[in-house]
């Protein structure tokens, strides 16, 4: 059978749609993985900042000690005889030098010593500056400290950095070097404490790309030269950068961040492998997907069921127009209410369907106003389909809800099309069914738009759009507003120890407690993410938001879910609570002096920012406990 026209139309529109909603989920994967990927950059860019200054911080004692012995053999060659001494104390003050020495420009030794761990060894040979570094120091006379290329230890004891200064003669020319030897295998122990992953790494690097210490330790990968210009994603090749690149070592790609020191060129780059990164993010997307797969589907099912009603009634509508005996036979036995209205829109003849629609004897309805069988908010839609319909070639169609005799309310959807009645000018037929259990089912699917499937709360989207409705609310009414965000302890250990269908339970059980625990018409509780909860409170002060949030704690304690690897034995969660009033913040923003820098405007987002930041001190001071910020 051929397909019709509208079938076509309509299978096509469904299309247009999938297709319209699949490109909005690519461009949101698009965006969202891109700003998972900056976010463990802006993480890795503090930690490389943080250990730059704590290895600018280390080179700077030693730097101490050999400006101290450099300014000393200048000023006074009679230093040499106390060298010894202080030699002794700098390494046993200082646990990361491995040997101090003073040599002269030639290269030869003319006192030093070696130490491990801050204990000196004097049988232990000394590292002296190669004839390489010397020829350095000749070339760029002035030159402070110079941080030279990894190189083996003395012995072939492990690795060390070499740092140098320079002491001159009457005559301004080199006398001398005053060399300390960092120890490279404890500066990369310090480097292997902090959590990158399995596949991410963390490097010492000169501001000329040489990499001085990695780890994991590669010694084969030691004193190669590396372009950061060409791996900064911006191309500037500052001091600072985020990374995302093929790593030349081993061939992984990583995402990171580089911060090098101007006070003496040594910085430090941090990466995480770009897979392992984004395990967590990879598998949420897919959960989306299959999502908007099934939502996509149901639609899909549901637009093709509306499709073949439509057809239906269609064809019963151009079977009963045939003739006034035809439209008779068929209106008596339809399910549908078949009616005939006059100009002035009042019933003049109604089927028997009536009694099952309206509630009411079709006798009952002559004579009246079809508006009249509406609710009153409705009747505005029915009067404009019928205004529609009054046009040459135009067809009404509305759906109205009506007030049953037996106290219920139904949906109705009726269809209007003008006729031409003989002898009694112009009148309109109308076909209306009972679509109330189909405006149940898309209200059924709306709400599954907008809840958690796992947990029965408001999902994200519900909370974020809620959270915009309730702060534009405060502001109006100058009311104030709070939330919570909700975290439940060690809840990756619970996992590891009972499984994922238990912690599916314990988050069921959760969410059930937080809902007993807020008032169902105002507050809104969801699911914030992974082990995360929210709960909105509009017109909740501190207070009286710090009441509620004890009052959740309790209740998910009071579950005494077993937790074999929480301190109490059980579930506990950690609260952060933040209160505010929009209108007062708004104001206090307008007030603000201008500075010339535009300023975003306060919203609910700072809420939700306090919130956080009052969860992550909970957690700090030991979890199991409300924190207000």
Same mark, same amino acid.
Request: hydrophobic share 45%; aromatic share 4%.
């Given at each position: 059978?051929?397909?019709?026209? %509208?079938?076509?139309?309509?299978? %096509?529109?469904?299309?247009? %749609?999938?297709?319209?909603?699949?490109?909005?989920?690519?461009?949101?994967?698009?965006?969202?993985?891109?700003?998972?990927? *900056?976010?463990?950059?802006?993480?890795?860019?503090?930690? @490389?900042?943080?250990?730059? /200054?704590?290895?600018?911080?280390?080179?700077?004692?030693?730097?101490?000690?050999?400006?101290?012995?450099?300014?000393?053999?200048?000023?006074?060659?009679?230093?040499?005889? =106390?060298? =010894?001494?202080?030699?002794?104390? /700098?390494?046993?003050? =200082?646990?990361?030098?491995?040997?101090?020495?003073?040599?002269? +420009?030639?290269?030869?030794?003319?006192?030093?010593?070696?130490?491990?761990?801050? $204990?000196?060894?004097?049988?232990?040979? #000394?590292?002296?500056?190669?004839?390489?570094?010397?020829? =350095?120091?000749?070339?760029?006379?002035?030159?402070?400290? /110079? *941080?030279?290329?990894?190189?083996?230890?003395?012995?072939?004891?492990?690795?060390?950095?070499?740092?140098?200064?320079?002491?001159? !003669?009457?005559?301004?020319?080199? +006398?001398?070097?005053? #060399?300390?030897?960092?120890?490279?295998?404890?500066?990369?122990?310090?480097?292997?404490?902090?959590?990158?992953?399995?596949?991410?790494?963390?490097?010492?690097?000169?501001?000329?790309?040489?990499?001085?210490?990695?780890?994991?330790?590669?010694?084969?990968?030691?004193?190669?030269?590396?372009?950061?210009?060409?791996? !900064?994603?911006?191309?500037?090749?500052?001091?600072?950068?985020?990374?995302?690149? *093929?790593?030349?070592? !081993?061939?992984?790609?990583?995402?990171?961040?580089?911060?090098?020191?101007?006070?003496?060129?040594?910085?430090?780059?941090?990466?995480?492998?770009?897979?392992?990164?984004?395990?967590?993010?990879?598998?949420?997307?897919?959960?989306?997907?299959?999502?908007?797969?099934?939502?996509?589907?149901?639609?899909?099912?549901?637009?093709?069921?509306?499709?073949?009603?439509?057809?239906?009634?269609?064809?019963?509508?151009?079977?009963?127009?045939?003739?006034?005996?035809?439209?008779?036979?068929?209106?008596?036995?339809?399910?549908?209410?078949? @009616?005939?209205?006059?100009?002035?829109?009042?019933?003049?003849?109604?089927?028997? @369907?009536? $009694?099952?629609?309206?509630?009411?004897?079709?006798?009952?309805?002559?004579?009246?106003?079809?508006?009249? *069988?509406?609710?009153?908010?409705?009747?505005?839609?029915?009067?404009?389909?019928?205004?529609?319909?009054?046009?040459?070639?135009?067809?009404?169609?509305?759906?109205?809800? #009506?007030?049953?005799?037996?106290?219920?309310?139904?949906?109705?959807?009726?269809?209007?099309?003008?006729?031409?009645?003989?002898?009694?000018?112009?009148?309109?037929?109308?076909?209306?069914?009972?679509?109330?259990?189909?405006?149940?089912?898309?209200?059924?699917?709306?709400?599954?738009?907008?809840?958690?499937?796992?947990?029965?709360?408001?999902?994200?989207?519900?909370?974020?759009?809620?959270?915009?409705?309730?702060?534009?609310?405060?502001?109006?009414?100058?009311?104030?507003?709070?939330?919570?965000?909700?975290?439940?302890?060690?809840?990756?250990?619970?996992?590891?120890?009972?499984?994922?269908?238990?912690?599916?339970?314990?988050?069921?059980?959760?969410?059930?407690?937080?809902?007993?625990?807020?008032?169902?018409?105002?507050?809104?509780?969801?699911?914030?993410?992974?082990?995360?909860?929210?709960?909105?409170?509009?017109?909740?002060?501190?207070?009286?938001?710090?009441?509620?949030?004890?009052? #959740?704690?309790?209740?998910? +304690?009071?579950?005494?879910?077993?937790?074999?690897?929480?301190?109490?034995?059980?579930?506990?969660?950690?609260?952060?609570?933040?209160? %505010?009033?929009?209108?007062?913040?708004? @104001?206090?923003? &307008?007030? &603000?002096?201008?500075?010339?820098?535009?300023?975003?405007?306060?919203?609910?987002?700072?809420?939700?920012?306090?919130?956080?930041?009052?969860?992550?001190?909970?957690?700090?001071?030991?979890?199991?406990?409300?924190?207000?910020?």
């Amino acid at each position: 059978m051929t397909p019709s026209p %509208l079938r076509l139309r309509a299978l %096509l529109l469904m299309l247009l %749609l999938g297709l319209a909603v699949l490109a909005e989920e690519a461009w949101n994967y698009a965006a969202s993985r891109r700003h998972e990927i *900056v976010s463990i950059q802006e993480g890795m860019a503090n930690l @490389a900042r943080s250990v730059a /200054q704590e290895t600018e911080s280390n080179i700077a004692m030693a730097d101490v000690a050999l400006v101290g012995f450099a300014q000393a053999m200048q000023s006074d060659k009679a230093a040499l005889d =106390q060298a =010894q001494g202080h030699l002794w104390s /700098q390494l046993e003050t =200082q646990p990361l030098l491995r040997s101090l020495a003073l040599q002269d +420009a030639g290269g030869r030794l003319l006192t030093g010593l070696a130490a491990r761990h801050g $204990q000196v060894l004097p049988e232990k040979p #000394v590292f002296l500056a190669p004839p390489a570094e010397i020829e =350095q120091h000749l070339q760029r006379p002035g030159w402070k400290l /110079q *941080v030279g290329a990894p190189q083996r230890a003395p012995g072939d004891d492990g690795w060390i950095i070499p740092l140098s200064r320079r002491f001159e !003669d009457a005559d301004g020319r080199l +006398a001398g070097l005053v #060399v300390a030897a960092l120890d490279l295998g404890a500066l990369e122990e310090r480097l292997g404490g902090f959590a990158l992953g399995r596949q991410g790494s963390i490097a010492l690097i000169r501001d000329d790309g040489l990499l001085l210490g990695r780890f994991p330790s590669m010694a084969s990968a030691l004193g190669r030269h590396f372009d950061f210009a060409a791996l !900064d994603e911006a191309g500037l090749g500052g001091p600072s950068g985020r990374t995302d690149y *093929v790593s030349p070592i !081993d061939g992984r790609r990583r995402v990171g961040a580089y911060h090098i020191s101007p006070r003496y060129g040594v910085g430090v780059g941090a990466a995480r492998e770009l897979r392992e990164a984004l395990a967590a993010w990879t598998l949420r997307a897919w959960v989306r997907l299959a999502v908007v797969a099934v939502l996509l589907l149901g639609s899909l099912t549901l637009g093709l069921h509306l499709t073949r009603q439509v057809l239906r009634r269609r064809a019963a509508e151009a079977a009963r127009l045939a003739s006034e005996a035809h439209f008779r036979l068929l209106a008596e036995h339809a399910s549908d209410m078949v @009616a005939r209205l006059g100009p002035d829109g009042r019933f003049r003849y109604v089927s028997p @369907a009536a $009694q099952r629609l309206l509630g009411a004897a079709p006798a009952a309805l002559l004579g009246r106003a079809i508006a009249e *069988v509406a609710l009153e908010e409705d009747r505005p839609a029915l009067a404009l389909a019928l205004a529609e319909a009054g046009h040459p070639g135009c067809q009404g169609q509305v759906a109205f809800r #009506v007030a049953r005799e037996d106290g219920g309310t139904a949906w109705i959807e009726t269809t209007l099309q003008r006729v031409q009645e003989s002898g009694e000018g112009d009148g309109y037929v109308t076909v209306s069914r009972d679509v109330t259990a189909r405006r149940a089912l898309e209200e059924e699917l709306s709400a599954l738009a907008t809840t958690d499937g796992l947990t029965g709360l408001a999902n994200r989207r519900h909370l974020d759009e809620a959270l915009a409705r309730a702060w534009q609310q405060a502001v109006e009414r100058g009311a104030p507003l709070a939330v919570l965000l909700l975290d439940i302890d060690h809840f990756k250990l619970f996992n590891d120890q009972y499984g994922h269908p238990a912690g599916d339970a314990a988050l069921r059980a959760t969410a059930g407690a937080i809902r007993r625990c807020i008032r169902d018409k105002d507050d809104l509780a969801a699911r914030y993410g992974g082990e995360e909860f929210a709960v909105i409170l509009p017109g909740a002060e501190a207070a009286g938001a710090a009441r509620v949030a004890e009052r #959740v704690r309790q209740a998910i +304690a009071g579950l005494a879910i077993p937790h074999a690897r929480h301190p109490l034995g059980h579930v506990t969660a950690s609260i952060g609570i933040a209160a %505010l009033l929009p209108a007062a913040q708004l @104001a206090a923003a &307008a007030d &603000a002096p201008d500075d010339g820098a535009p300023a975003a405007p306060p919203g609910p987002e700072q809420l939700l920012a306090a919130a956080d930041a009052a969860l992550y001190e909970a957690k700090r001071q030991g979890r199991n406990r409300t924190i207000a910020a």
